[in-house]
């Protein structure tokens, strides 16, 4: 369990650190947090020449809000690939901005692991059942690609392309996740977002993950739904499909029953050591039915709260 | 091996300034144990599992094994060996771990100790659900984890009694 023999550098900018990719090519591996990388060096799994980290680089460590919420459009709330998960995990504009993000980090491993871990290095990992990705997905977050010539962003829905397999090549770094923010709501509007999954222990791998975000009008009709699973394709996957169906009809149990149902069957699982196909089929739909349900009851106790203020 | 590149570096271990020269692919938990011989930390999966290498990373629980020397060049780290009383007899929570026979076997006891201790930090008066999940990433293969959660309410009680 010991890594083969590597370089190491600690560029000081993104640009050095895009040129030493440059120079290296796929030889090459940036290193963050670590948390994935160096159990797969340990395992030798992946046997990078060089290592190159970026975890000090403060251009890699911007977390912004929108400075206000717009009426119309989404807003954009920017997070640097380097920003430690813990970090956002406490940060109040997160919290209040992208609520479904701060619902996901409680299911990112452990404290031990999110302290050191970052919001990109779980993206650009590929692993189906990362809950980050999975909410860059549902939510349609876009992702800005440095390398040596400049800039490329790309959408989270078209990035992940196999397991553990993105649209990133060699020579890119991950600077900066772009999260939708949804523009300000009128009074009577209900928002609300929940994220669960299933794992054999809490902290573990997710065998299926499902998370939702969405707004209701008094009558409970759905104004805007966002659905995805996680675990049950090769990528993570957003389902805006469902969230389209759903367009003005009342989320009652029957709704939220037909989504859950479509939702499953949309999904694509493998069977492996851990879960058959089948058993992640069922999860899909469990879960999906799960985090309707919970996101309808936060987006109503949302509500309540509000009015009460 | 021989010819394989050293990077020089400097990390403060519990207070000391320590300078080594390394190989890259040296982890930190080996830096600790081989080359300072500081072995109150264990190695036990090597991969990121079991959370018996954690050390506290500018005074954040940390995995040892997923970090390598280099990277905590410059940075302060505080090993389970740091966390006893300055004339070297054991802290608080040590002290309850012993009280609860919590340590039971022993091996994931410094990184209960380290994690617990990390939490008490930033939270005197943990629920039992905030202490399970502090130690959430720490394997106890004894499986006695009713007693490392006594341990931790009973160290978070007498840190909140005021010594007279």
């Known amino acids: 369990m010991k890594a083969a ?35 797969m060096m340990a395992m030798r799994l992946a046997r990078p020449a060089w290592l190159v980290d970026i975890s000090r680089l403060a251009e890699l460590q911007r977390i912004a809000a929108p400075a206000d919420v717009p009426a119309r459009g989404d807003g954009h709330f920017t997070v640097g690939a380097g ?16 609520p479904l993000l701060a619902r996901a980090l409680r299911w990112v491993g ?7 871990g970052t919001i990109g290095g779980s993206i650009v990992h590929g692993d189906v059942s990362a809950e980050i990705a999975l909410v860059a997905c549902v939510l349609d977050a876009a992702l800005e690609l440095r390398d040596t010539s400049g800039v490329t962003e790309i959408p989270a829905r078209e990035f992940f392309l196999a397991p553990m397999v993105t649209a990133i090549l060699p020579e890119q770094c991950l600077a900066e996740i772009r999260f939708p923010v949804w523009p300000s ?71 939220i029953g037909a989504a ?23 999860l899909a739909r469990v879960l999906a039915e799960r985090v309707l349900r919970a996101a309808k009851e936060d987006a109503m106790s949302n509500s309540k709260a509000r009015a009460g203020k | 091996m021989s010819d394989e590149r050293l990077y020089s570096i400097s ?10 020269l390394v190989p890259a692919r040296l982890s930190l938990v080996d830096f600790l144990r081989d080359t300072l011989r500081l072995t109150g930390t264990h190695a036990g999966c090597e991969h990121g599992i079991c959370g018996a290498c954690s050390v506290l990373l500018d005074g954040e629980p940390v995995r040892s094994c997923l970090m390598y020397a280099v990277q905590a060049d ?34 994931c006891t410094p990184g209960m100790i380290v994690a617990a201790h990390a939490l008490l930090e930033t939270n005197p008066a943990p629920s039992e659900h ?31 009694t005021p010594t007279v």
């Open chain 1, 5 to 39: 023999p590597f370089e190491y550098a600690r560029p000081a900018t993104l640009a050095e650190a895009c040129s030493l990719l440059a120079e290296h090519g796929p030889d090459a591996k940036l290193i963050a947090g670590g948390q994935s990388l160096v159990p």
């Open chain 1, 83 to 98: 920003v430690r998960q813990c970090v956002m995990e406490r940060e109040p504009l997160a919290r209040a901005n992208l």
């Open chain 1, 110 to 116: 452990h404290a031990q692991t999110r302290n050191r």
């Open chain 1, 185 to 255: 709501a009128a009074a009577h509007i209900m928002r609300g977002c929940a994220f669960e999954e299933v794992s054999v222990r809490h902290g573990d791998f997710a065998l299926v993950s499902a998370c939702a975000q969405l707004e209701l009008d008094a009558d409970e009709r759905c104004l805007r739904l966002e659905l995805g699973i996680g675990g049950a394709a090769p990528v993570p996957l957003a389902l805006p499909q469902i969230g389209a169906q759903l367009a003005g009809a009342r989320l009652d149990e029957a709704a």
């Open chain 1, 260 to 282: 859950a149902a479509a939702a499953a069957d949309l999904a694509d699982p493998e069977g492996d050591l851990h879960a058959s196909a089948d058993y992640r089929r069922h």
């Open chain 2, 11 to 20: 990390i403060e271990v519990n207070g000391e300034l320590r300078e080594a």
């Open chain 2, 74 to 107: 410059g940075r302060k780290l505080t090993t389970i060996e740091g966390l006893a009383q300055p004339d070297g007899t054991p802290g608080a929570l040590q002290d309850a771990f012993c009280e609860t026979h919590a340590t039971q076997c022993g091996y």
């Open chain 2, 130 to 160: 905030e202490i399970r999940e502090a130690i959430g990433g720490n394997l106890c293969r004894c499986t006695g984890y009713q007693q490392i959660v006594d341990a931790i309410k009973l160290a978070a009680e007498k840190r909140g």
